[in-house]
């Protein structure tokens, strides 16, 4: 079916139907919903932006939307870097943000969460109870919990403790016919039917609106130790890597290049070494101990491997600032240019190939490439820099990004890890899924959503 821009009546009997606030207009207030965190200059205008409160409000949206042919774009906290909450002209743009009720049950060890809670909140309502939800984007202070489920979010400690869809219990969904069903539940077993769950998750607002998801949180994470080791070459660092996830298991190992050590130091005035070509910041959360004894290997590991310096620390100030140093490397490198993010990871043996293949790549079309990496999940995020104004330099920019996805299907990696599809990265879909695959999602696509009005142009 053709999508269309609703009539002026129809949106203003949408406006009428919902309470006083929820849906608006006027270009002011529809100006903050058009883009998510990639700003795309190319994103639509929406006709109408619905910022539910209820499932019911959600519930009339997307029934209103089918029955107008409209399309849909479900929208969290828009700190996507896929541009999977952009707008498309016309639309109606679904936010989640006022949804932010939490639930503990502390004997189950599940919390109930409305889609719009931030992810720091929802870490902060598990920690009254001793109880801790372990996916932890970079983003977690300004992302929603629906955003994460439908992205299928990683972070930093995933290496350990694995990503947002390990810990997605059940969901409650608006499907693209306005009818709210439950998936799963707070049953810590339960194989009754297809794991349809499973299918909504990283499923990008294609398939139905999450309104509500049950997640399970597991005791509060013990005090890491922290290792940080700068080498003189990406090579040394990612053999390091490769050299620590063969005998143990950090609870997180991350990767910044120079490029990202400077913007951050440029930000931050921290005291990075701004001379290596890349550091690693490691973590051990096992008892303390066993913590000294894998800090201990690292170290050796990370010497071995060309390391200049090795710090160590179980201070909690001192961890946290190297790791909020991490989480601080895309805000700082956005001070620098325009970025095209990408989020392509590979197979754990090929991540050395990938990263010289990048750094190749960034000098034959001249070009920066900043690389920062979740790198004990083998996924990397090469961000390509420009400055807007210059259009030879924009070329040059989405030439190298071409590269990268490209070097990464050729090592057998995936074009994202964890920010999802959205609207940037599909044109390299077909090749990385093929053929068959991709009829396959678009079958189930077909099957939720017949008339494709949920988020068309994103994921799948
Ligand atoms: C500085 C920075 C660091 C980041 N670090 C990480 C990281 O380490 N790991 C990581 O995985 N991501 C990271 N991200 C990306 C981003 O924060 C995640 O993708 C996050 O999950 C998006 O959540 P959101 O609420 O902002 O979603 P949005 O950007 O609003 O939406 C993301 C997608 O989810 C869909 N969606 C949102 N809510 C719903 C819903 N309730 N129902 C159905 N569909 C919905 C949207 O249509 C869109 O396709 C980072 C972003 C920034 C800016």
Known sequence: MDLRAPAPDAVAALVAALPPGVAVTDAVAVEKYRRDRT??????????????????????????????????????????????????????????ERMRAVEIDPVTRVAYAEPGLLNAELKRAAAE????????????????IG????????????????????????????????????????RLKDVAGLPLTRL??????????????????VPAQRRPATLVASFPSLASATSAVLGITGRLRPSMLELMDRTSINAVEDMLRM?????????????????????????SLV?????????????????????????????????????????????????????????????????????????????GDGNTHPLVVFDPADADAEARARGAYDAV??????????????HGVGRLKRPWLEDYL????????????????PQGILNPGAGI
């Open 39 to 96: 700003e795309d200059p190319g994103a639509g205008t929406p006709a109408v932006v619905v910022r539910a409160e209820s499932v019911e409000h959600v519930q009339t949206a997307v029934r209103w939307a089918a029955e107008h042919g409209v399309a849909v774009v479900p929208r969290g906290a828009g700190s996507g870097l896929s541009g999977g909450a952009n707008a498309v002209d016309g639309c109606l743009v679904l936010s989640l």
């Open 129 to 144: 109870h001793g109880l801790w939800y372990p996916p932890d984007p970079s983003s977690f202070e300004i992302c929603s």
């Open 147 to 186: 955003g994460n489920v439908a992205t299928n979010a990683g972070g930093l400690c995933c290496v350990k403790y694995g990503v947002t869809t390990d810990y997605v219990l059940g969901l409650r969904v608006v499907l693209a016919d306005g009818r709210a069903v439950d998936l799963g539940g707070p």
């Open 200 to 217: 909504f998750v990283g499923s990008e607002g294609t398939l139905g609106i999450v309104v509500r998801a049950v997640l399970r949180l």
């Open 271 to 295: 005291g990075l070494d701004r001379s290596a070509a890349a550091m690693l910041v490691v973590q051990s959360d096992e008892p303390a101990g066993t913590a000294a004894e894998e800090i």
């Open 299 to 375: 170290t050796q590991i990370c010497e071995e491997a060309g390391a200049t310096e090795v710090l160590s620390t179980d201070d909690p100030d001192e961890s946290e600032a190297f790791v909020a140093a991490r989480r601080a490397c895309i805000p700082a490198l956005e001070r620098t240019g325009r970025l095209l993010l990408e989020d392509v990871g590979v197979p754990l043996p090929r991540l050395g190939d990938l990263v010289a293949g990048i750094e190749a790549i960034a000098e034959q079309h001249g070009t920066t490439i900043a690389l920062v990496a979740h790198a």
């Open 405 to 418: 996805m490209r070097i990464a299907l050729d090592l057998g990696g995936t074009i994202t890890g964890e």
């Open 434 to 449: 093929g053929p068959d695959v991709l009829e396959l999602n678009r079958r189930v696509k077909a099957a939720l959503d």
